[in-house]
């Protein structure tokens, strides 16, 4: 009986909760502490951001989860991260874009010779579901971002940093995920192109839902689609929450979106952090 009591909320946490990062600590280089004890969770269906200004450790985080960290010499060295209900900080990427899990690097990160319809069939590498299945998504995408369908044969070096952005979010879309990790959307593109990006990101939720987990020094825009945010300084998260209540923080404000005077501070150093240090102490 007991036990039929215990097992419940353990099964509604993996159901509710794509993605969870326990405590995690990353050294790069054997010695470099990057992140230091980050927690983070994306529940199923929903957008979260990861704010916070150069060096923060979004990126950091991100390849943390996608496994990216060896290529650079980085290393998970505490924590745990599960995703979808299974420990996945000891498989390899290829292994977790099979269980749904990928990433859209920072850069966009197309292959520039190829057109955007290789780089498309380029996403779909770690399926085995066959020709006509991944012809069809091709379709999907193609219906999803009719931009990508109009340069469907040109040569993605040539196309737009936006067109770019969509193909790199559209290869990523072909491997099927059920998580897309994104690194820095907005990162040199115009307000406009931000704007559209960010609501195929919509789309993609609210119609194939995908869980979205991003990273984003662009505080405002990210914070209007996203639901939640957490916000890092110097490898540790130092304050989350609702998109609203953080959009209407008054520190944020200061901070990150630029609305208040003055001289920066670093954010750990202002009241409400204090506050809420104190009351986590
Ligand atoms: N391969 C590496 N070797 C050593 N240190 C690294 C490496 N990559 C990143 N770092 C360091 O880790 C810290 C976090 O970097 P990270 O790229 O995760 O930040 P970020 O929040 O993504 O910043 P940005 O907004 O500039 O992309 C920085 O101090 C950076 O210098
Ligand atoms: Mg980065």
């Known amino acids: 009986m007991s036990t039929a009591i215990l097992e419940k909320p353990a099964t509604a946490a993996a159901t509710d909760t794509i993605l969870s990062l326990n405590n995690i600590e990353v050294i790069y280089d054997h010695v470099i502490l990057v992140l230091k004890g980050v927690s983070l969770q994306v529940p199923r269906k929903g957008i979260v951001a990861i704010l916070g200004a150069n060096g923060a450790g979004k990126t950091t985080t991100l390849k943390a989860i996608s496994n990216l960290l060896k290529a650079e010499r980085g290393e998970v060295t505490k924590g745990s991260i599960v995703f979808d209900g299974e420990r996945v900080d000891k498989m390899s990427p290829n292994e977790l874009v099979r269980r ?12 520039g010779h190829l057109s955007i319809e290789e780089n498309l069939l380029t996403g ?12 069809r998504d091709l379709e999907k995408i193609y219906e999803l971002f ?10 993605a070096g040539y196309t737009s940093g936006g067109e770019q952005q969509m193909c790199a979010i559209g290869r990523a879309m072909m491997s099927k995920p059920k998580m897309i990790l994104l690194d820095e959307p907005s990162m040199g593109l115009a307000p406009q192109i931000v704007e559209e990006i960010f609501e195929i990101v919509r789309q993609l939720n609210d119609k194939e839902d995908v869980s979205f ?61 204090k506050r809420r240090k104190r009351w986590l102490s």
């Open 124 to 135: 779909a590498f770690t399926r085995r579901d066959g020709n006509a299945a991944i012809k």
């Open 213 to 273: 987990l991003v990273a984003e020094q662009n505080t405002n825009m990210a914070l209007r689609y996203a639901t939640y945010g957490y916000i890092m300084e110097t490898g540790r998260v130092v304050m989350d929450g609702e998109a609203k209540m953080l959009r209407e923080n008054e520190d944020v404000k200061e901070f990150y979106l630029g609305v208040a005077e003055g001289n920066k501070k670093s954010f750990r150093e202002v009241k409400s952090y």
């Open 100 to 111: 749904g899990c990928i990433q859209v690097m920072e850069g966009r990160h197309c292959f």
């Open 146 to 155: 009719p931009r990508l369908k109009q340069r469907r044969g040109s040569q």
